[in-house]
């Protein structure tokens, strides 16, 4: 018997031509503006003109597919880039495989995100004749609260005695956080790497948001940069590190959101910054959420 693994991602434009394709796959095939376009071309060009986000998510699968040994079949199946989740369905289909198990590289679920890779990831295998099941959310995995624990201490190595640390996440419209348990696995993750790294409650992390999208609507707060201008503004801190939690790999929002906006509003505001390093590929952690998805199995 096969089992089919569908590792499944957000995806990224493959070079600068692709972006606008990329954005208005995004807008659910609603064309960006003009300055729309332009601003998000000009952030990958500050980052060189592509992001790393493709060949981290290959590593990530390769990684997952070498811990789940014989038996097993694994395809990358992207949300907003080729090769789709609907994709690696067809290629599994064709294979031979049994069922289906899908896991996405986030760790928190929502239903606004992770739900919609589920739906896909169902609809998909349904239409093949294929029954599927997905792990909802691995915050809790313990590899990975130590991974991000060890992260922090690193980072806090070099800092001024006075540092917080800010734990991220991509921020969501307020609607569709309405009754959804992505801020609560966001704070109960964050809680237990900081009690991991021995951080004191108040004086030592926080939980900020970042990356929310230029719309009408509200989106969750604080964002990160007004958490840094209040920290300033108060004298309680001579520093922040970031451990941007929600995020599993180096990509646009965590090189560019982080490592370049906020890094700059940080010294403007006269704060000592760090960022923790990404999981990336960690064989550990990967080789934990392996076991995870055999357990899913059965």
């Not at 986000?53 to 990358?76: H, K, N, S, Y």
């Not at 130590?146 to 307020?174: G, W």
């Not at 030592?204 to 509200?218: D, K, Y």
């Not at 960690?282 to 959420?289: I, K, Q, R, S, Y």
């Amino acid at each position: 018997m096969t089992v089919g693994c569908v590792v499944m991602a957000y995806g990224t434009p493959a070079s600068l031509d692709d972006v606008e394709a990329y954005y208005t796959h995004i807008r659910r095939g609603r064309p960006p503006t003009a300055e729309q376009l332009a601003d998000l071309v000009a952030r990958y060009e500050s980052l060189g003109g592509t992001s790393p986000l493709r060949a981290i998510t290959e590593a990530q699968a390769a990684v997952l597919r070498a811990g789940l040994g014989d038996g097993w079949v694994v395809e990358l199946g992207l949300k907003h880039s080729a090769p789709f989740i609907e994709d690696a369905v067809a290629t599994l289909a064709g294979a031979g495989v049994d069922r289906v198990v899908g896991v996405v590289l986030a760790p928190h679920y929502s239903a606004g995100s992770v739900g919609e890779y589920v739906a896909r990831l169902q609809d998909a295998a349904s239409s093949h004749g294929l029954p599927a099941t997905a792990i909802e959310s691995w915050h809790d995995l313990p590899e990975l609260v130590e991974f991000l624990a060890a992260a922090i201490r690193d980072a806090l190595a070099n800092m001024p005695a006075r540092t917080k640390v800010l734990f991220t996440a991509h921020s969501l419209p307020e609607r569709v956080l309405a009754g959804d348990r992505y801020p609560d696995e966001l704070a109960a993750s964050g809680a237990a790497v900081a009690a991991r790294a021995g951080l004191d409650r108040w004086a030592g992390w926080g939980v900020a948001w970042q990356s929310a999208a230029r719309t009408p609507e509200p989106w969750r707060g604080p964002d990160v940069l007004d958490v840094l201008a209040d920290l300033a503004a108060t004298g309680r801190a001579d520093g922040v590190v970031v451990c941007p939690h929600g995020f599993v790999a180096d990509h646009l929002e965590v090189l560019y959101d982080l490592d370049v906006q906020a890094a700059a509003r940080a010294a403007e505001l006269g704060l000592a910054f760090g960022r923790t390093r990404s999981l990336n590929a960690d064989p550990v952690v990967l080789g934990a959420l392996a076991e995870r998805v055999r357990d899913a199995a059965g």
